[in-house]
């Protein structure tokens, strides 16, 4: 109950909403409709869900209209300790707020505009006093401001009690009138085309994730939709707020910053010795860079004095410095003037949330090559000679990482670094520092498997690269699980890389013990089922959907492992596969056999099987089998297979040691391939090659002790109760307890290749084994490229270079 999100700390409190203005756009004609006026129920946590929903609207709204969008978060006099969110009772005080006149459009914070909010506002309401698609469901409604006036008061919304509240409204005669369903379409009740509001509704299948302490999020069917405007909203570069328009705590901020009577009373020894504990890293960074000329950004009452005033840095060679305080001169243009690079020492952490964009924005544009700021999460005043103080604001790292990485994607020139000094070691967080030069190390160990998806990883993201193999002997595996500071991992030595790729347990492990003796600097790009969960918000995970691993918004999950089969692999055994084919009757069936594994079986008479129907189906066809088996395929099962192919396919057994092996020959030569699908690794390679693809299902096993235990809280965890008003409830309880066990990946679902099968049968890269054999083609998976592009974004590298826009008509349409 105490972690239930409402009771999360609001880093300010505000009298009165802030008001986002949408004017007339420039060159439209004016409507001389009255303005929609939306009032949103959010809070801090919902940063990014509050910024799509008004992006949402600018996609769908009549240009020739005014809209006003009111944000109604953590307002001063309301007890949000045992309301189910930070905003539950707002809706209650929309007709105070409103000036008890006109109408007004209430909105969660968890919702979309599919449609132009005016045919919500123009509605007919035939005299009542709100229309709602439920009298007690009122998440989405349009209100008469004057008539609601009279059944809630600002006591009301601040004192009450929702259920209560809402009774009052539903049981008053003739107040309630009924609102079609598309304008709040929760996440099941959606339709493409047809909705106006797309509600999720199911706070732990929200897309975003903004409590991820308290929940653990599951996946959205609808989540594309939301993402797609998230996106969209990325690539415009489009911002809530803005220097000319920031929001009411920011000019708060100013009116104390700029007092003339304010100078800061501040130890001036502790602050140095705080800034001298890194002012080495600094200075160093300053080096690398090649800067001549900074813009020192800070508050003036809030100052630390010049970072000149260091010797470190001092000796950086900087030939020019210009001081800069953003809260000064609020309203005068901002200087075009550019410089090597910006620091910016505690400044952000006095600034509030909806300003951050727009400031770090303004550095960015001003900074040629690199951006170093620092930034405290320690709960501290500063205090002023008038007797005011200045708040700093806690935010969690994946808050920073995210405005940092949403604004530097449009720089990606300009190096950054941020700095987080909390009660522990600090945090580093940095960005665009990997460019074609970065070293990458690709760490592989006995298994081949594994050290081919990793290198296959290092060539999507398309930089040089070196394979490390690491032995798994006792002294390395003692200091890797023991996560020792002190000793060596042969054959690792610094200077340790920018980014480590892996895959697999052991490489895994030993990569995350790299990044810890780096202080946190390398970056981490895991592969594997079990390489574990999220540890660092500079970590990447990629996955294979039917692992069914928990979604984290640092983890890529694909429909197969990524190949290391490449074009000039296949090109180089082709020849030898055409030899070997040569004067065989066509279709030639290339037949990849796999063996047992925990989920599954491949009994002697289960090969025998596989045998005779795959030569039936090869001999209806008219067309030649050749088959090669595999190290879990076993010699009984191989020798059963070999006596149901009567001699009329040719056979290859696999041994260990022998260096013949047809299987690349095969994939290249054949004409169509039939793979046990058991094995993603085969299916990976058959489908990596464009040819037809058919799946031969082997048997399931029973599960063992560990994989049932996993297979039953994966459906625990997946349970759907309702709530009174038929909509999925809040995560909570036995059904929170066994996805947070799964969250911690103490123990793994186990793999689910039927669902794997269906994927693939649906996505047309493979068929059933049984249909009649095709000469179609499988669309060559576009995957690879995407995952590239995504993958380097994520390593906060963008190579796609992004038009930086100083202006656009988004955000010069938005005005406070």
């Known amino acids: 109950m105490l972690k239930l999100p409402a009771t999360i700390r609001a880093t300010q409190v505000r009298a009165e909403p802030d008001v986002i203005v949408l004017p007339v756009r420039a060159g439209v004609p004016p409507c001389g409709k009255p303005p929609v006026r939306i009032f949103l129920g959010t809070e801090n946590a919902q940063y990014k869900a509050e ?22 978060k953590h307002f001063r006099g309301f007890s949000p300790r045992f309301w189910l969110t930070g905003f539950t009772n707002y809706r209650f005080a929309i ?6 006149t006109g109408r007004a459009i209430y909105n969660d914070v968890d919702q979309i505009y599919l449609k132009d909010p005016a045919e919500l506002f123009d509605l007919d309401m035939n005299g009542h006093g709100y229309l709602a698609i439920d009298p007690g469901d009122i998440s989405v409604a349009l209100f008469d401001c004057e008539k609601m006036a009279q059944i809630w008061t600002l006591d009301d919304a601040q004192k009450g009690r929702k259920n209560p509240l809402l009774a009052r409204a539903s049981s008053t005669q003739g107040l309630w009138g009924k609102m079609a369903g598309i304008w709040n379409a929760r996440d099941r009740e959606y339709v493409p085309g047809q ?3 797309l509600h999720y509704t199911a ?20 989540a594309d939709v939301w993402f797609d405007l998230e996106q969209s909203a990325n690539d415009a570069g489009f911002q809530v707020f803005s220097r000319k328009n920031p929001s009411q705590a920011f000019r708060d901020l100013c009116h104390i910053a700029q007092d003339p009577q304010n100078i800061s009373q501040r130890n001036d020894r502790k602050k140095t010795a705080a800034v001298r504990s890194n002012q080495a890293g600094l200075a160093k960074l300053l080096e690398e860079c090649s800067v001549h000329t900074v813009l020192d950004c800070q508050i003036s009452a809030a100052s630390r004095g010049s970072i000149l005033g260091f010797p470190a840095v001092a000796k950086a060679g900087i030939e020019q410095l210009v001081e800069f305080d953003p809260t000064a ?26 300003d951050i964009p727009w400031l770090l924005k303004q550095l960015f544009g001003r900074t040629r090559r690199l951006v170093y700021c620092e930034v405290s999460n320690k709960t501290e005043s500063q205090y002023l000679s008038n007797g005011m103080t200045l708040n700093r604001r806690n935010r969690p790292v994946e808050w920073w990482q995210y405005q940092f990485e949403l604004v530097a994607r449009h720089y990606p020139a300009v190096r950054w670094r941020l700095r987080i000094q909390n009660n522990r070691r600090p945090l580093i967080v940095e960005g665009n520092e990997c460019n074609d030069d970065a070293v990458v190390w690709v760490i592989a160990n006995q298994k081949p498997g594994h050290t081919g998806q ?51 347990w052991w490489p895994t492990r030993v990569a995350r013990w790299i990044k810890m003796r780096s202080g946190g600097h390398v970056r981490l790009l895991l592969a594997g089922r079990k390489c574990g969960p999220i540890k660092s918000p500079t970590d990447i995970l990629v996955s294979c959907k039917h692992f069914h691993l928990p979604i984290h918004e640092r983890r890529i999950e694909t429909l197969l492992p990524v190949h290391p089969i490449t074009e000039s692999r296949l090109d180089a055994a082709r020849q030898r596969g055409q030899q070997i084919m040569d004067g065989s009757a066509q279709p030639k069936v290339a037949l990849l056999v796999g063996g047992s594994s925990k989920q599954h079986m491949l009994t002697p008479a289960d090969a025998a099987s596989l045998g005779r129907r795959t030569l039936e189906q090869v001999q209806e066809a008219g067309g030649s089998l050749f088959a090669v088996t595999s190290r879990r395929t076993g010699s009984k099962s191989a020798e059963a297979l070999a006596k149901s192919l009567l001699g009329a396919a040719q056979l290859y057994v696999w041994a260990d040691g022998k260096a013949d092996n047809p299987y690349l020959s095969y994939l290249a030569a054949a004409d169509i391939l039939v793979v046990t699908g058991e094995s993603e690794s085969m299916l990976m390679d058959a489908i990596a090659t464009g040819k037809p693809v058919y799946i031969y299902p082997l048997r399931q096993r029973r599960y063992g002790p560990w994989l049932t235990l996993g297979a039953k809280l994966f459906e625990w965890s997946k349970r759907r109760p309702k709530n009174r008003r038929g909509t999925e409830r809040p995560q909570q309880g036995f059904e929170y307890l066994c996805s947070r066990v799964l969250k911690r ?53 963008p190579q796609d270079e992004i038009a930086t826009q100083t202006d656009d008509h988004f955000s010069r349409n938005v005005s406070i």
């Open 745 to 797: 990946e103490w123990i793994l679902p186990p793999r689910d290749l039927d669902g794997l099968h269906r994927g693939l049968v649906e996505s047309g890269l493979a068929r059933m084994f049984g249909q009649p054999f095709s000469s179609m083609v499988a669309p060559p998976p576009s995957m690879i490229d995407d995952l590239g592009r995504r993958l380097r974004a994520m390593l906060a590298q």
């Open 329 to 354: 001169h609020l309203g005068d243009a901002v200087s075009s003037e550019r410089v090597d690079a910006t620091v910016c020492f505690a400044t952000l952490d006095f600034v509030p949330d909806e």
């Open 195 to 197: 909705s106006g509001v």
């Open 51 to 72: 910024r799509v929903f008004i992006w949402s609207i600018e996609q769908v709204r009549d240009p020739a209209r005014v809209y006003e969008i009111y944000l109604m």
């Open 454 to 504: 990793a290198i296959a990883l290092a060539e999507t993201v398309g930089w040089p690269y070196q394979v490390i193999r690491v032995p798994q002997v006792f002294k390395s595996l003692l200091l890797v699980m023991l996560r020792n500071n002190i000793g060596r991992v042969e054959p690792l030595q610094p200077p340790w890389p920018n980014v480590i790729i892996a895959c697999g």
């Open 203 to 222: 706070m732990h299948k929200q897309p975003w994730h903004p409590f991820p302490n308290t929940f653990v999020y599951q996946a959205n069917k609808v």
């Open 95 to 100: 007709p105070h707020f409103a000036g008890k």
